[in-house]
T-cell receptor
């Protein structure tokens, strides 16, 4: 069966510090991978998605970046965090043209 | 333009009441899929159902049922005899051709014991 992992589960970082969140998927090949951010009490904001290794589509211009160094690994990064980067970060995967997404457990990021 | 609207921001019901969560979508594509997800307090989104644009049959799964009406571009979700464990945020989503999903802003459901 397929499994998606995210780490860390929670993170508290000072403004201006770097960020690296990792997401890995097991049990499937060539998945589409997605990063979403959810601010407190708000909906989901798509940040990046990837259809293959090295292929990244950015939806929202900001100080975040994403990379996909391996087929089932998706990394979200920042060189300098802003207060507005606080939120709940969710990684998701899907396969096929119309199939559903499956979400990871998420990372709660607090920038102080 | 692709858009999903969940006009109900918050709903509170007393346990055992029925509750319907509304979802209205916009798309010009003729082929698309619709989804519902549940986000409990733990945060992880849980997939509930997928529906394609060519299948307007209603679906029932236990206490859950879904009403898809293409004529009104709606895909509503009803919970019958609600329980405290149903308390969560529920998201409706649209997937037109391509790789992107379009989510509504969610409806927060509180079931009061």
């Amino acid at each position: 069966s397929q499994t998606i992992h995210q780490w860390p589960a929670t993170l508290v970082q000072p403004v201006g510090s770097p960020l690296s969140l990792e997401c890995t998927v097991e049990g499937t090949s060539n998945p589409n991978l997605y990063w979403y951010r959810q601010a407190a009490g708000r909906g989901l904001q798509l940040l990046f998605y990837s259809v293959g290794i090295g292929q990244i589509s950015s939806e929202v211009p900001q100080n975040l970046s994403a990379s996909r160094p391996q087929d089932r690994q998706f990394i979200l990064s920042s060189k300098k965090l802003l207060l507005s980067d606080s939120g709940f970060y969710l990684c998701a995967w899907s396969v096929g043209y119309y199939n559903e997404q499956f979400f990871g457990p998420g990372t709660r990021l607090t920038v102080l | 333009a692709q858009k999903v609207t969940q006009a109900q921001t918050e709903i509170s019901v007393v346990e055992k009441e029925d509750v319907t969560l509304d979802c209205v979508y916009e798309t010009r594509d003729t082929t698309y899929y619709l989804f519902w997800y549940k986000q409990p307090p733990s945060g992880e989104l849980v997939f509930l159902i997928r529906r394609n644009s060519f299948d307007e049959q209603n679906e029932i799964s236990g206490r859950y049922s879904w009403n898809f009406q293409k004529s009104t571009s709606s895909f509503n979700f009803t919970i019958t005899a609600s329980q405290v464990v149903d308390s969560a945020v529920y998201f409706c989503a649209l997937r037109p051709p391509g790789n992107q999903f379009y989510f509504g802003t969610g409806t927060s459901l509180t079931v009061i014991p």
